[in-house]
C-alpha cells in the first residue's frame, strides 16, 4: 500500500525566507502526488498536484514542487515566504487502483516577522 | 457563496448520544467524502460516494452511517458516540475521483464528553 511521510513536524521561517517542505512517499509505480494547505480553523485548499510530464510544477499562491522520481519526494518550495503562509501543510499521494488518496501528518509552517 | 458547507460547526454531546453531520456541495460535483482529523492532525478518509453510491468505507465501525439522499449532500450519522469519536469532520467534494481537485468544508468539531 502508497503512504506518505513528512519528515518535518514544525518548519519556523522568517518572512521574506526561502522555504522547502519535505515529503517522501512509498509506491512501486508513478503515484499521484498533491500538496493541500490548511489555514487554522479551515478546511484543505489544494496547492499543487503532479500526475505525469514535467515534474516541476506550478500551483497557487506562488508554490512549487518538484518530483524526483531516484529519491521518492515531492517537496514544496516558495521562493519567499508571507505572513498570511503560516498553515498546515499536506503532501498526499494516490495510486489510481482505488478512489482515495493516503494524506501525510502534515508539517506546521510558522513564520516570523 | 459557500462551495461545500458543514452544519454544525461545533458539536458538543455526551457518550452514548446519536448525533448527524449534514454537508452540502453546490459546485455541482458527482463525488463527496468524509474525513475525521485527530487531534494530532492526521486526516483519514471514512467514506466516499460518487452519484450517491458508496465507493469507499474505509474501516469504520458500523455506529456511523454515510447517507448521500442526492449528490450535492452527504450527511453523517453516528450512533453511540464514544469519547474517541472526537475529532474534526471535514466533508468534501470532487468532480469525478480523488485525484481531482477536492474541495473541502470547514469542518465540524465534535467533542464527545
Known amino acids: 500500500a502508497q503512504s506518505v511521510t513528512q519528515p518535518d513536524i514544525h518548519i519556523t521561517v522568517s518572512e521574506g525566507a526561502s522555504l522547502e517542505l519535505r515529503c517522501n512517499y512509498s509506491y512501486g509505480a508513478t503515484p499521484y502526488l498533491f500538496w493541500y494547505v490548511q489555514s487554522p480553523g479551515q478546511g484543505l485548499q489544494l496547492l499543487l498536484k503532479y500526475f505525469s510530464g514535467d515534474t516541476l510544477v506550478q500551483g497557487i499562491k506562488g508554490f512549487e514542487a518538484e518530483f524526483k522520481r531516484s529519491q521518492s519526494s515531492f517537496n514544496l518550495r516558495k521562493p519567499s515566504v508571507h505572513w498570511s503562509d503560516a498553515a498546515e501543510y499536506f503532501c498526499?499521494?494516490?495510486?489510481?487502483?482505488?478512489?482515495?488518496?493516503?494524506f501525510g501528518k502534515g508539517t506546521r509552517l510558522h513564520i516570523l516577522p | 457563496d459557500t462551495a461545500v458547507s458543514q452544519t454544525p460547526k461545533y458539536l458538543v454531546t455526551q457518550m452514548g448520544n446519536d448525533k448527524s453531520i449534514k454537508c452540502e456541495q453546490n459546485l455541482g460535483h458527482d463525488t463527496m467524502y468524509w474525513y475525521k482529523q485527530d487531534s494530532k492532525k492526521f486526516l483519514k478518509i471514512m467514506f466516499s460516494y460518487n452519484n450517491k453510491e458508496l465507493i469507499i468505507n474505509e474501516t469504520v465501525p458500523n455506529r456511523f452511517s454515510p447517507k448521500s439522499p442526492d449528490k450535492a449532500h452527504l450527511n453523517l450519522h453516528i450512533n453511540s458516540l464514544e469519547l474517541g469519536d472526537s475529532a474534526v469532520y471535514f466533508c468534501?467534494?470532487?468532480?469525478?475521483?480523488?485525484?481531482?481537485?477536492?474541495?473541502f468544508g470547514p469542518g465540524t468539531r465534535l467533542t464527545v464528553l
Open positions: 468534501a467534494s470532487s468532480q469525478g475521483y480523488s485525484y481531482n481537485e477536492q474541495f
Open positions: 498526499a499521494v494516490g495510486d489510481g487502483r482505488d478512489d482515495k488518496i493516503i
